[in-house]
Each structure stands twice: as structure tokens, then as C-alpha cells.
């Protein structure tokens, strides 16, 4: 394999690799089902992204792990170091069923929710049947509802918990942000979890066979409207088995052998951007007092999983002593890499996020902050208590431009200003928040 001319890196989205800009620069991310990944894992990711990059690592919102800077002369040494530790980047780009964004720090059920999204993990992840989509399709699994997060995936499970030893979620669907932001409905209430799978194929069969290549679920639903949509679901659900998600041995264990069973440590990141070596240095800290298990969280940060039998209260206080749980309050913000390295990326939302932190106050520090570098709204603007969207790029004669949205109420959150320069924004935002 070379890195010449005769390789179009564009071919490679299905393989979780991503080209952004005319260099030749690659991303390559890693799917991690739940968020959750091995020590061991953790420790390739820092070996591929040191020995072949810059050594610092993004956390995405959807529970991945991104390396910027790869070349593709180094693919092979890339792909078998995560083929060795069992990391899959399948379906992390390109038109297939994402990564399963979980509720993991939230409340108890964590252990049956992420059973789902392993299940749902395997099952979707490289299977031919649900590739080839006319663009990405999202998956969530909420524990109980909390804010609008179910209202804008492809489609939301939200966990009910067990009714006669029965796991139940309703499922809502065709939701999304971006562009043009819309609000999934109720599909179907109250739906066990052997029944999923089935219901699951049917709407991405639909979505498949429907859409015209490059739109979304919620394009199509726009479209058809929701009394065609259910007709198309109904004839591809007709006939469909139960699919079980758990195993007898599953059953029996109840969780117990589940990463985060009994809680988690979270380790503060500040706007998703993390290095290597500090990601290597908490694995160390796992490793000898924990379960052998982490998870990346949806608001990019790093927990630490308590697993049944560990006691949580000397791995705090090495990871303390590590200078990897810190004291201080952190500014949760959600942050897309933006122009600092997407070539759709209007505004450096990093250093809009840095801005903000120096800025804010104690009240408006506890609240959630979300920066997406252009309309796409990667990092779900529209779900944070403020979210800002870069709109304008900047340039000689142009300074770059800033919506800011605030969410109030059940749905989405709404803009509250428009096309401000970035000190208008901040000024805005010491106002209001
Ligand atoms: S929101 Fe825009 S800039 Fe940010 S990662 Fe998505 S596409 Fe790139």
C-alpha cells in the first residue's frame, strides 16, 4: 500500500476512515459500542495515534475515538493494531448504522442498556444488508427520558426498565439536527427488546430502499409523511421473528460482569481533545486498581468504570494524585473539531470554547455549552442549555459569524441570536448566560 495518487481515500468512509482536506490527511475512528472500551484498547489507540500522528486524540459526542494527521502509507500498521485488540472502525463513516450513542453515566439500567447497544453493535456493524445506506444512520439508546435527546437520532430506544422481567423501551424515530433540524416521533411505545432488532431492520430497510442517495431518515418522512412511512414498515416487519438481545448466561450474570456496573469516574475533557499520553497514564491507573474498563461519554469526557467488587475510593484518590480528577470545575462543552480540522468547519471552535471559558461565571459554568463548527451541528447544539453554530467562515475582508440557541422548554433549543461577530457573541453570552 502506498500513499500515491492512484488511492481515492473517499472509497474508505464504510471503513471508518474520513479524507478532509486536499493533502491527504486522514481520519480514522474508532466505533465503540456504548462508549466503552478495554484497557488494552486504550492503550492501541495511544500506540496508533503517537507512533503514526500528533499523539492527541478527540472524543466525539458519539462515544468515539478520532485520529487526525494518519497518512495512508501507515493504514496497515494502523488497521492491524485495532484488529489485534478487537476495535472495529466499521460504519463509523459512510452511509451504514452508526455507533450506538448511549445514556452511560445516567441512573441505574446502564447494565441492560449496554447489553442492547453490544447487541446492536454486532448485529449492524459490517453486515451487508444494513451498508450502503444513502447517508449515516444514527442510533441511541436514552435511560428514561431526559431533555430532547430522543428526539433527534435516526432512531431512539428510551429504556423503561423491566415489567415482568420483560426489558422495555419506546422507539422514536426520524429525528435529526444539521441543516435543518426536525423532531423524531413515537414509533411504538412500551416495545420488548427481542422485538427490536426486527422493528430496527425494518425502518433502516425502508429508509434503504426509499431515500435517494445523500438524505436522511427525516428527509424521507418529510416526504412520504408518517401514515406512508408505517404502511413501508409494516410491509418489511410482516412475518418478522423475535430476535433475543440477551443470553441465558447474560440473564444469570445480570449485569454483574457489565463494564460501569456499579458507576463510573468521570474524568473531565476539556472541548474533546485529549492527549495520548494522558489517556495512557489513566489506562495505567485502571489497570492496576480498576476493572480493565473505561467509556468515552456523549459530553466527551473520560469515565472510569466501577465495576462489581472494585472499590472506588483508592482509584480516586491514585487518579487524583495522577492529576487525571481534578478539583476545579470544568466548562462542559460539547465541541466539533470545526475548522481547527474539518474542511466543512466555518469557526475554531476550540478556541471559541477556550474564549468561553475564560469568560463565564460560576452560574453559567454549570450550565451545558455546546459549539459546532457549521450548521451540520455534530456536537448537538440544539440539546445544550446554549449551543452556538458557526454560520460565516471568516476571511480578509470577512469576520466569521455565530448563531446562539438556547433551550428552553421540551424540545429543541432555539435561536436567540443570529449572525454575531465573535465579540458580540461573547458579549451576548455573558449577558444570557
Ligand atoms: S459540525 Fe460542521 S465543522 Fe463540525 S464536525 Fe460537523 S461538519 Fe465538521
Known amino acids: 500500500m502506498n500513499d500515491g495518487a492512484n488511492i481515492d481515500y473517499r472509497n474508505f468512509k464504510i471503513n471508518g476512515i474520513y479524507q478532509y482536506n486536499d493533502a491527504a490527511d486522514l481520519m480514522v475512528r474508532a466505533k465503540l459500542p456504548a462508549g466503552v472500551l478495554s484497557v488494552v484498547q486504550a492503550e492501541a489507540i495511544c500506540d496508533v495515534s503517537e507512533k503514526y500522528s500528533n499523539g ?57 442498556i449496554q447489553l442492547l447497544a453490544r447487541c446492536l453493535h454486532d448485529h449492524f456493524t459490517g ?18 427520558y431526559l431533555g430532547a435527546r430522543h428526539l433527534c437520532q435516526d432512531l431512539v430506544m428510551v429504556y423503561l426498565g423491566q415489567e415482568d422481567g420483560r426489558d422495555l423501551c419506546d422507539v422514536w424515530v426520524a429525528g435529526g439536527l444539521g441543516r435543518q433540524p426536525q423532531e423524531g416521533f413515537l414509533l411504538a411505545g412500551r416495545v420488548s427488546f427481542e422485538r427490536l432488532i426486527p422493528l430496527i431492520e425494518g425502518v433502516v430497510k425502508v429508509y434503504k430502499k426509499n431515500t435517494p442517495a445523500g438524505k436522511r431518515l427525516k428527509y424521507l418522512l418529510a416526504d412520504i409523511g408518517e401514515a406512508e412511512f408505517r404502511a413501508l414498515l409494516s410491509k418489511e416487519t410482516s412475518g418478522a421473528q423475535v430476535c433475543p438481545v440477551s443470553t441465558p448466561l447474560e440473564d444469570a450474570l445480570d449485569g454483574a460482569s457489565a463494564a460501569g456496573a456499579c458507576g463510573w469516574i468521570e474524568l473531565a475533557v476539556f472541548a474533546g481533545q485529549l492527549p495520548a ?69 466555518l469557526v475554531p471552535t476550540r478556541d471559541v470554547a477556550r474564549q468561553l471559558d475564560a469568560i463565564l461565571g460560576d452560574s453559567s459554568r454549570a450550565l451545558s455549552w455546546a459549539i459546532s463548527g457549521c450548521p451540520n451541528s455534530c456536537s448537538q447544539p440544539q440539546l445544550a442549555d446554549f449551543g452556538i453554530i458557526g454560520v460565516r467562515k471568516g476571511s480578509d475582508k470577512k469576520e466569521a ?17 443570529e449572525k454575531l461577530n465573535l465579540d458580540e457573541l461573547l458579549k451576548t453570552v455573558a449577558e444570557f448566560g
Open 56 to 112: 492527541i486524540l478527540h472524543l466525539t459526542c458519539r462515544g468515539n475515538v478520532e485520529i487526525h494527521g494518519l497518512r495512508g502509507d501507515t493504514l496497515p500498521q494502523v488497521f492491524r493494531r485495532y484488529n489485534a485488540v478487537g476495535l472495529t472502525t466499521r460504519g463509523a463513516c459512510g452511509g451504514a448504522v452508526r455507533s450506538v450513542i448511549c445514556a452511560t453515566a445516567e441512573g441505574d439500567g446502564f447494565s441492560r
Open 401 to 417: 459569524l455565530y448563531d446562539l440557541y438556547k433551550r428552553s422548554g421540551k424540545g429543541f433549543g432555539k435561536p436567540l441570536r
Open 277 to 345: 499520553a494522558e489517556l495512557r497514564r489513566i489506562a495505567g491507573v485502571v489497570q492496576d486498581l480498576g476493572d480493565g474498563f473505561l467509556a468515552i461519554s456523549r459530553d466527551q469526557n473520560v469515565l472510569v468504570s466501577l465495576g462489581v467488587g472494585i472499590n472506588p475510593e483508592p482509584l480516586k484518590e491514585a487518579l487524583r494524585v495522577a492529576g487525571l480528577l481534578k478539583q476545579e470545575e470544568t466548562l462542559q462543552c460539547r465541541v466539533c473539531p470545526g475548522s481547527h480540522l474539518c474542511t466543512k468547519g
Open 127 to 144: 453486515n451487508p444488508h444494513f451498508e450502503g445506506l444513502p447517508k449515516k444512520f444514527k442510533l441511541g439508546i436514552e435511560n428514561g
